[in-house]
T-cell receptor, first 106, second 121 residues
Framework: EVVLTQSPGTLSLSPGERATLSCRAS???????VAWHQQKPGQAPRLLIYGVSSRATGIPDRFSGSGSGTDFTLSISRLEPEDSAVYYC????????FGGGTKVEI | VQLLESGGGLVQPGGSLRLSCAASGFTFNTYAMTWVRQAPGEGLDWVSTITGRGEYTYYADSIKGRFTISRDNSKNTLYLQMTSLRAEDTGVYYC???????????????WGQGTMITVSS
Protein backbone atom coordinates (compact mmCIF):
# COMPACT_ATOMS: atom_id res chain seq x y z
CA GLU A 1 0.00 0.00 0.00
CA VAL A 2 1.29 3.44 -0.93
CA VAL A 3 0.86 5.88 1.95
CA LEU A 4 0.77 9.57 1.03
CA THR A 5 1.79 12.18 3.60
CA GLN A 6 0.84 15.79 2.94
CA SER A 7 2.40 18.83 4.53
CA PRO A 8 1.82 21.26 6.00
CA GLY A 9 -1.50 20.46 7.61
CA THR A 10 -2.64 24.06 7.31
CA LEU A 11 -1.27 26.93 5.25
CA SER A 12 -2.35 30.51 6.00
CA LEU A 13 -1.46 33.01 3.30
CA SER A 14 -2.58 36.36 1.92
CA PRO A 15 -4.17 37.10 -1.45
CA GLY A 16 -1.56 37.37 -4.19
CA GLU A 17 0.96 35.12 -2.43
CA ARG A 18 2.14 31.72 -3.61
CA ALA A 19 1.21 28.42 -1.93
CA THR A 20 3.42 25.35 -2.05
CA LEU A 21 1.86 22.06 -0.93
CA SER A 22 3.86 18.88 -0.48
CA CYS A 23 2.87 15.24 -0.95
CA ARG A 24 5.35 12.50 -0.07
CA ALA A 25 4.81 8.84 -0.95
CA SER A 26 6.01 5.89 1.11
CA UNK A 27 7.34 4.27 -2.07
CA UNK A 28 8.07 5.45 -5.58
CA UNK A 29 5.00 6.31 -7.65
CA UNK A 30 5.62 4.99 -11.12
CA UNK A 31 4.60 6.56 -14.42
CA UNK A 32 3.70 9.90 -12.82
CA UNK A 33 0.36 8.65 -11.55
CA VAL A 34 -0.33 11.49 -9.12
CA ALA A 35 -3.36 13.76 -9.06
CA TRP A 36 -4.49 16.70 -6.93
CA HIS A 37 -8.08 17.48 -5.92
CA GLN A 38 -9.58 20.59 -4.33
CA GLN A 39 -12.47 20.37 -1.87
CA LYS A 40 -14.36 23.37 -0.56
CA PRO A 41 -16.62 23.09 2.51
CA GLY A 42 -19.84 21.23 1.81
CA GLN A 43 -18.79 20.38 -1.74
CA ALA A 44 -17.52 17.35 -3.58
CA PRO A 45 -13.85 17.26 -4.52
CA ARG A 46 -12.78 18.64 -7.90
CA LEU A 47 -9.89 17.40 -10.01
CA LEU A 48 -7.16 20.00 -10.48
CA ILE A 49 -4.10 18.09 -11.71
CA TYR A 50 -3.49 14.59 -13.11
CA GLY A 51 -0.35 12.87 -14.33
CA VAL A 52 1.68 14.98 -11.85
CA SER A 53 1.52 18.17 -13.94
CA SER A 54 -1.42 18.17 -16.39
CA ARG A 55 -4.20 20.58 -15.55
CA ALA A 56 -7.78 19.30 -15.73
CA THR A 57 -10.31 21.00 -17.95
CA GLY A 58 -11.09 24.54 -16.87
CA ILE A 59 -8.38 24.78 -14.23
CA PRO A 60 -6.51 28.11 -14.40
CA ASP A 61 -2.76 28.13 -15.00
CA ARG A 62 -2.24 29.52 -11.50
CA PHE A 63 -2.35 25.86 -10.45
CA SER A 64 0.68 23.74 -11.33
CA GLY A 65 2.00 20.35 -10.29
CA SER A 66 5.49 18.92 -10.27
CA GLY A 67 7.59 16.13 -8.84
CA SER A 68 8.68 12.57 -9.38
CA GLY A 69 9.46 9.39 -7.50
CA THR A 70 8.23 9.97 -3.96
CA ASP A 71 8.01 13.78 -3.75
CA PHE A 72 5.29 15.82 -5.39
CA THR A 73 4.23 19.45 -5.16
CA LEU A 74 1.14 21.49 -5.94
CA SER A 75 1.82 25.18 -6.40
CA ILE A 76 -0.84 27.87 -6.47
CA SER A 77 0.35 31.27 -7.59
CA ARG A 78 -1.40 34.63 -7.15
CA LEU A 79 -3.71 33.27 -4.45
CA GLU A 80 -7.33 34.38 -4.53
CA PRO A 81 -9.86 34.15 -1.68
CA GLU A 82 -11.75 31.48 -3.66
CA ASP A 83 -8.70 29.18 -3.39
CA SER A 84 -9.50 28.59 0.28
CA ALA A 85 -10.07 24.83 0.43
CA VAL A 86 -8.58 21.51 1.40
CA TYR A 87 -6.25 20.01 -1.19
CA TYR A 88 -5.69 16.26 -1.50
CA CYS A 89 -3.07 14.39 -3.44
CA UNK A 90 -3.96 11.00 -4.89
CA UNK A 91 -1.82 8.24 -6.33
CA UNK A 92 -3.07 5.68 -8.82
CA UNK A 93 0.13 3.81 -9.54
CA UNK A 94 -0.48 1.01 -7.06
CA UNK A 95 -4.16 0.66 -6.31
CA UNK A 96 -5.55 4.00 -5.11
CA UNK A 97 -4.85 6.15 -2.09
CA PHE A 98 -5.16 9.74 -0.90
CA GLY A 99 -3.07 11.95 1.29
CA GLY A 100 -4.53 13.41 4.47
CA GLY A 101 -5.03 16.84 2.93
CA THR A 102 -3.66 20.35 3.34
CA LYS A 103 -6.03 23.13 4.34
CA VAL A 104 -5.28 26.44 2.64
CA GLU A 105 -6.63 29.56 4.32
CA ILE A 106 -6.53 32.83 2.43
CA VAL B 1 -21.57 14.88 -17.48
CA GLN B 2 -23.16 14.12 -14.15
CA LEU B 3 -23.16 11.59 -11.33
CA LEU B 4 -26.04 11.42 -8.86
CA GLU B 5 -25.81 9.26 -5.76
CA SER B 6 -28.76 8.01 -3.75
CA GLY B 7 -29.56 5.46 -1.08
CA GLY B 8 -27.94 7.01 1.96
CA GLY B 9 -29.53 7.25 5.38
CA LEU B 10 -29.49 6.08 8.96
CA VAL B 11 -28.83 2.38 9.58
CA GLN B 12 -28.17 0.36 12.72
CA PRO B 13 -24.84 -1.36 13.32
CA GLY B 14 -24.84 -4.71 11.56
CA GLY B 15 -27.37 -3.52 9.03
CA SER B 16 -27.22 -3.24 5.25
CA LEU B 17 -27.65 -0.53 2.68
CA ARG B 18 -27.32 -0.23 -1.09
CA LEU B 19 -26.05 2.96 -2.68
CA SER B 20 -26.70 3.87 -6.30
CA CYS B 21 -24.92 6.29 -8.60
CA ALA B 22 -26.75 7.31 -11.77
CA ALA B 23 -24.45 8.48 -14.55
CA SER B 24 -25.28 10.68 -17.51
CA GLY B 25 -23.50 12.59 -20.26
CA PHE B 26 -20.80 10.06 -21.09
CA THR B 27 -20.41 6.51 -22.39
CA PHE B 28 -20.73 4.81 -19.03
CA ASN B 29 -19.52 1.34 -19.99
CA THR B 30 -16.13 2.58 -21.19
CA TYR B 31 -15.02 4.00 -17.85
CA ALA B 32 -13.99 2.42 -14.60
CA MET B 33 -15.82 3.85 -11.60
CA THR B 34 -14.90 4.23 -7.95
CA TRP B 35 -16.52 4.80 -4.58
CA VAL B 36 -14.72 7.14 -2.17
CA ARG B 37 -15.90 7.95 1.34
CA GLN B 38 -15.25 10.73 3.80
CA ALA B 39 -15.87 10.42 7.51
CA PRO B 40 -17.13 13.61 9.21
CA GLY B 41 -14.27 16.11 9.44
CA GLU B 42 -11.82 13.66 7.90
CA GLY B 43 -10.06 13.15 4.57
CA LEU B 44 -10.88 11.10 1.51
CA ASP B 45 -10.75 7.32 1.73
CA TRP B 46 -10.80 4.99 -1.29
CA VAL B 47 -13.44 2.26 -0.94
CA SER B 48 -13.81 0.27 -4.16
CA THR B 49 -13.28 0.32 -7.93
CA ILE B 50 -14.88 -1.54 -10.82
CA THR B 51 -13.71 -1.66 -14.43
CA GLY B 52 -15.89 -0.52 -17.33
CA ARG B 53 -17.41 -3.87 -18.21
CA GLY B 54 -17.44 -4.98 -14.58
CA GLU B 55 -14.92 -7.74 -15.12
CA TYR B 56 -12.58 -6.63 -12.35
CA THR B 57 -13.32 -5.27 -8.90
CA TYR B 58 -11.00 -3.92 -6.23
CA TYR B 59 -11.61 -3.24 -2.54
CA ALA B 60 -9.95 -1.46 0.36
CA ASP B 61 -8.94 -3.86 3.13
CA SER B 62 -11.22 -2.05 5.59
CA ILE B 63 -14.38 -3.09 3.74
CA LYS B 64 -13.33 -6.27 1.97
CA GLY B 65 -15.87 -9.04 2.47
CA ARG B 66 -18.55 -6.60 3.65
CA PHE B 67 -19.09 -4.33 0.62
CA THR B 68 -19.74 -5.32 -2.99
CA ILE B 69 -19.36 -2.98 -5.96
CA SER B 70 -21.32 -3.65 -9.13
CA ARG B 71 -22.68 -1.85 -12.15
CA ASP B 72 -25.55 -2.16 -14.61
CA ASN B 73 -24.31 -0.67 -17.87
CA SER B 74 -27.77 -0.96 -19.43
CA LYS B 75 -29.01 1.46 -16.76
CA ASN B 76 -25.84 3.61 -16.55
CA THR B 77 -25.80 2.95 -12.83
CA LEU B 78 -23.11 2.06 -10.30
CA TYR B 79 -23.91 0.33 -7.02
CA LEU B 80 -22.35 -0.30 -3.64
CA GLN B 81 -23.96 -3.01 -1.53
CA MET B 82 -22.91 -2.55 2.08
CA THR B 83 -23.46 -5.20 4.76
CA SER B 84 -22.36 -5.69 8.38
CA LEU B 85 -22.15 -1.93 8.72
CA ARG B 86 -20.11 -0.44 11.55
CA ALA B 87 -20.01 2.97 13.18
CA GLU B 88 -16.71 3.65 11.45
CA ASP B 89 -18.45 3.32 8.06
CA THR B 90 -20.29 6.58 8.80
CA GLY B 91 -19.59 9.32 6.29
CA VAL B 92 -20.34 10.80 2.90
CA TYR B 93 -19.98 8.35 0.04
CA TYR B 94 -19.01 9.73 -3.36
CA CYS B 95 -19.00 7.98 -6.68
CA UNK B 96 -16.34 9.13 -9.11
CA UNK B 97 -15.64 8.64 -12.80
CA UNK B 98 -12.16 7.73 -13.94
CA UNK B 99 -10.58 10.26 -16.28
CA UNK B 100 -9.45 7.75 -18.89
CA UNK B 101 -11.13 4.60 -20.10
CA UNK B 102 -7.79 2.86 -20.48
CA UNK B 103 -6.84 1.95 -16.94
CA UNK B 104 -8.26 0.24 -13.86
CA UNK B 105 -6.76 2.93 -11.64
CA UNK B 106 -6.83 6.58 -12.61
CA UNK B 107 -7.49 10.13 -11.50
CA UNK B 108 -11.16 11.02 -11.02
CA UNK B 109 -12.41 13.79 -13.28
CA UNK B 110 -16.07 13.78 -12.26
CA TRP B 111 -17.42 13.41 -8.71
CA GLY B 112 -20.98 13.03 -7.55
CA GLN B 113 -22.40 15.29 -4.85
CA GLY B 114 -22.24 12.47 -2.28
CA THR B 115 -24.74 10.64 -0.11
CA MET B 116 -24.52 10.48 3.69
CA ILE B 117 -24.47 7.20 5.59
CA THR B 118 -24.91 7.21 9.36
CA VAL B 119 -24.39 3.96 11.20
CA SER B 120 -25.81 4.33 14.69
CA SER B 121 -28.25 2.69 17.08
Amino acid sequence: EVVLTQSPGTLSLSPGERATLSCRASQSVSSSYVAWHQQKPGQAPRLLIYGVSSRATGIPDRFSGSGSGTDFTLSISRLEPEDSAVYYCQQYSSSLSFGGGTKVEI
Amino acid sequence: VQLLESGGGLVQPGGSLRLSCAASGFTFNTYAMTWVRQAPGEGLDWVSTITGRGEYTYYADSIKGRFTISRDNSKNTLYLQMTSLRAEDTGVYYCAKHRSGAYSFDAFDIWGQGTMITVSS
